[in-house]
């Protein structure tokens, strides 16, 4: 089979990785891929987000499926197009995966079908939301309706934090359009914990929950970022929280698609917190998330192309969904100044004995050497029987892998370790 990928970073290595096992796959592209993906698929030259660009490649490749990873081509409508050639693909079509382009659709998504989430207003005007902001509780929460690569929500302490935020997003173009349009919600409290889901429209099979590290910082200080770590399984997500998730909030999700006739196949990613009146949903997204793909992934016993293709064609009821127990843990190494300005073009070495647990995110070849290319440069992950075996052998890794300027969080899974 002639596979192809759509995307470029970390999430893309790992799918990629995995989908080599099989041994039907004897063709594997990635669009763009990158620097590190090149040594598992062939990467070319298109960007994501040319539609036009996917669907002549797939044609004249005669491309047998194709999985689309990244949130912008999915929102765009690659998988429509793909599947208007006669491409099949894993992945939602674009009226499904507005319930991650819109903010603002998920949240009334969810008050329609009663699915637990946070209070919130949505505003279109900024002197209306400036308004809301003088009495709204603290600390609030304020969203950008559209995609902002992982980095449009913002949480202020203060009502002066908030008024900024209001400004730089809606007036000042922090997010681009994405902006334009933004959410206010109650700031929940508890521990969060990423589901990604497997789902045909029908069935739902959860994966091995995860924990995602988002700010910049160790003890969660700093920025949001794309995401500085990640481990699996998540401890808080209990047998007793993972049921009343599937009853509250995965299979009705699921449903109120499908009433909206907007029917979700593909990977569905269910952001949640786990508050002292049970799950409520945070944010949903479209596609695998990154980095709890490198985590979960690597836990995953089943093939993941016979999945991905039960999925597509509905047949998921009868495909096994099994993993690991044990535990997996990822730590990122970015660049040092991200996610703000930092410097590109450092050699990057990966030992040999480590390279199958490295994922590239941000990387290139130039002259033949790898060198970095973004802000979040690759994700260590390391397996083992407990959680602290994993974390211990990711940083394991990490210590072996070097670049000039490079940056990691040292306190991944620590959290988890803890219970919080």
């Known amino acids: 089979m002639r596979i192809l990928v759509v995307g470029g970073g970390g999430r893309e290595h790992a799918v990629i990785r995995k989908l080599k096992d099989n041994p039907c796959v004897t063709e594997l592209y990635a669009l763009p891929g990158n620097g590190g993906i090149?040594?598992?698929?062939?990467?070319?030259?298109?960007?994501?987000?040319?539609?036009?660009?996917?669907?002549?490649?797939?044609?004249?490749?005669?491309?047998?499926?194709?999985?689309?990873?990244?949130?912008?081509?999915?929102?765009?409508?690659?998988?429509?197009?793909?599947?208007?050639?006669?491409?099949?693909?894993?992945?939602?079509?674009?009226?499904?995966?507005?319930i991650e382009g819109s903010k603002v659709f998920a949240k009334d998504l969810m008050k329609r079908y009663g699915i637990p989430t946070a209070r919130y207003e949505t505003f279109t005007c900024l002197d209306e939301a400036l308004r809301y902001l003088e009495t709204a509780p603290l600390p609030t929460v304020l969203k950008a309706d559209g995609l902002a690569l992982g980095k449009g929500v913002i949480i202020a302490q203060t009502r002066a934090e908030a008024i900024?935020?209001?400004?730089?997003?809606?007036?000042?173009?922090?997010?681009?359009?994405?902006?334009?349009?933004?959410?206010?919600?109650?700031?929940?409290e508890g521990p969060e914990v990423s589901v990604l889901a497997f789902t045909d429209g029908n069935v739902v099979v959860p994966m091995v929950s995860s924990m995602d590290h988002k700010r910049a910082h160790d003890g969660d200080q700093g920025l949001n970022t794309g995401g500085m770590g990640t481990v699996a399984p998540?401890?808080?997500?209990?047998?007793?929280?993972?049921?009343?998730?599937?009853?509250?909030?995965?299979?009705?999700?699921?449903?109120?698609m499908n009433a909206e006739g907007r029917t979700f196949r593909g990977c569905l990613y269910f952001g949640l917190m786990v508050t002292k009146d049970g799950p409520?949903?945070?944010?949903?997204?479209?596609?695998?998330?990154?980095?709890?793909?490198?985590?979960?992934?690597?836990?995953?016993?089943?093939?993941?192309?016979?999945?991905?293709?039960?999925?597509?064609?509905?047949r998921l009821a009868d495909t096994e969904v099994r993993f690991r127990d044990e535990s997996a843990c990822c730590v990122v190494l970015a660049s040092n100044g991200y996610p703000e300005k930092y410097e590109k073009g450092f050699l990057l070495e990966i030992p040999e004995t480590v390279r199958s647990h490295v994922y590239i995110a941000g990387a290139?070849?130039?002259?033949?050497?790898?060198?970095?290319?973004?802000?979040?440069?690759?994700?260590?992950?390391?397996?083992?029987?407990?959680?602290?075996?994993?974390?211990r052998a990711a940083y394991d890794v990490a210590a072996q892998v070097r670049f000039e300027?490079?940056?990691?969080?040292?306190?991944?899974?620590?959290?988890?370790?803890r219970g919080v």
């Open 364 to 391: 290139k070849q130039a002259d033949g050497k790898l060198v970095t290319d973004g802000g979040r440069v690759c994700g260590c992950v390391g397996t083992g029987e407990t959680l602290e075996d994993a974390i």
């Open 234 to 256: 998540n401890p808080c997500y209990t047998p007793a929280v993972a049921e009343r998730c599937m009853r509250e909030i995965f299979l009705p999700t699921i449903a109120a």
């Open 405 to 417: 300027n490079a940056y990691c969080r040292k306190d991944i899974g620590q959290r988890a370790l």
């Open 38 to 98: 090149a040594a598992d698929a062939t990467c070319v030259p298109i960007g994501a987000k040319d539609i036009d660009g996917i669907v002549a490649f797939a044609q004249d490749k005669k491309i047998d499926y194709a999985v689309v990873t990244p949130d912008d081509p999915l929102v765009l409508g690659c998988v429509d197009a793909l599947e208007a050639v006669g491409v099949p693909c894993f992945g939602p079509q674009k009226k499904a995966a507005i």
């Open 280 to 314: 409520k949903v945070i944010e949903y997204n479209c596609r695998f998330g990154d980095p709890e793909t490198q985590v979960v992934l690597p836990l995953l016993d089943s093939d993941l192309l016979t999945i991905m293709q039960a999925v597509t064609e509905g």
């Open 164 to 188: 900024q935020a209001a400004r730089d997003m809606m007036e000042g173009k922090r997010f681009g359009d994405a902006g334009s349009k933004i959410v206010i919600e109650e700031f929940l």
